[in-house]
């Protein structure tokens, strides 16, 4: 196990380097000048060339990139343009809402599509999986912004149930991370159910049950951990993609996030901050799906007994 974690851990390392390249040529490629942004309108020319200059903008590209590789090993990420406040200053006071808010969504979206995906599997072409298919098919079809402002007008306005926005308390997660995890809860739920039927027709669950297994031994001890290998690979990658994907919930429900810092950075071109975001986003996806191949090696010892 040891030496399938290296071999995985090693193969991340030039992905990391490829990230950092592309999300520099990245902003770089973006137009405006962020010295002429700092600046302000009425600026001279001198003032911009001198701003240039401080910040290294009048460096060949290549320099700069050093120079921005340097900073970001040492743990600097630089500072806001629109408010001089360091970055990693900035992403510290924001992280913690978007990782509350995607735990829960994939927490409560993990195990309810995973509970109807098995259910549905088992009592195939019943009503139970009629109801299973028809609540994941629901869930894949409704667009998230449409469902956070039913929500907000239901639980919040009419009923008073839940704040309308921001992070009070807990309550104030319940509808964002149901708006946030619905897509991924109804997709988990047929790949579960999918991954699950392939896995009951297998020799070794009948040749359990032809021993007189009792059925929930059969489902919950061999069936449901064999036919979790599909389902682990599609959580990774889509708690990978909460983590980008919560910007469209925190902005419906006024959520202080990295999604919604993402979003006014844009507006207002705050580059360095929108540089930090796209690396920070990039760079968890990486260690998701290396989580996620570690995970394979646990469920399976054939995947890493093979490498």
């Known amino acids: 196990m040891g030496r399938y974690a290296l071999q995985r851990l090693l193969g991340v390392i ?18 405006g000048d962020p010295a002429r942004l700092i600046a302000g309108k009425d600026a001279t020319l001198e003032e911009i060339r001198g701003i240039q200059e401080q910040l290294g903008l009048n460096l060949p590209l290549w320099k700069q990139y050093i120079n921005y590789m340097g900073d970001l090993l040492s743990g600097n990420l630089g500072n806001s343009i629109r408010s001089g ?13 978007t990782l509350w808010l995607t735990f829960l969504s994939m927490a409560w979206a993990l195990i309810i599509g995973l509970l109807i995906g098995v259910v549905s599997a088992v009592y195939r072409n019943r009503w139970p999986d009629h109801l299973g298919t ?11 912004f449409w469902l956070g402002l039913v929500l907000i007008q239901i639980f ?11 992070v009070d308390s807990w309550k104030s997660y319940i509808l964002p991370s149901i708006t ?12 579960s159910r999918s991954s699950m039927l392939e896995t009951l027709r297998e020799d070794y669950i009948r040749t359990g ?33 909460l983590l980008g994907g919560s910007v469209m919930v925190e902005t419906v429900f006024s959520i202080p996030g990295l999604g919604r810092l993402l979003v006014d950075s844009i507006l207002f071109r705050d580059y360095t901050v929108i540089q930090a975001l796209l690396l920070l986003f990039a760079t968890q996806f990486i260690l998701i799906n290396l989580l996620v191949d570690l995970l394979y090696g646990v469920l399976n010892p054939k995947i890493r007994f093979s490498q």
């Open 180 to 191: 946030l995890g619905m897509g991924i809860m109804s997709m988990l739920a047929r790949y």
């Open 14 to 31: 030039p992905l990391l380097f490829i990230v950092s390249v592309l999300v520099f040529l990245f902003i770089h490629l973006i137009p």
């Open 156 to 166: 919040s306005v009419e009923l008073g149930w839940f704040p309308t926005g921001g």
């Open 85 to 97: 406040i360091p970055v990693t200053d900035m992403l510290e006071s924001r992280v913690m809402p």
């Open 134 to 144: 028809l609540t994941a098919i629901s869930g894949m079809s409704i667009p998230g």
């Open 209 to 241: 049950r032809a021993k007189g297994l009792r059925e929930y031994v059969v489902i919950g001890r061999h069936a449901l951990r064999n036919s979790l290998i599909q389902v682990v690979t599609v959580a990774g990658l889509q708690f990978g993609f």
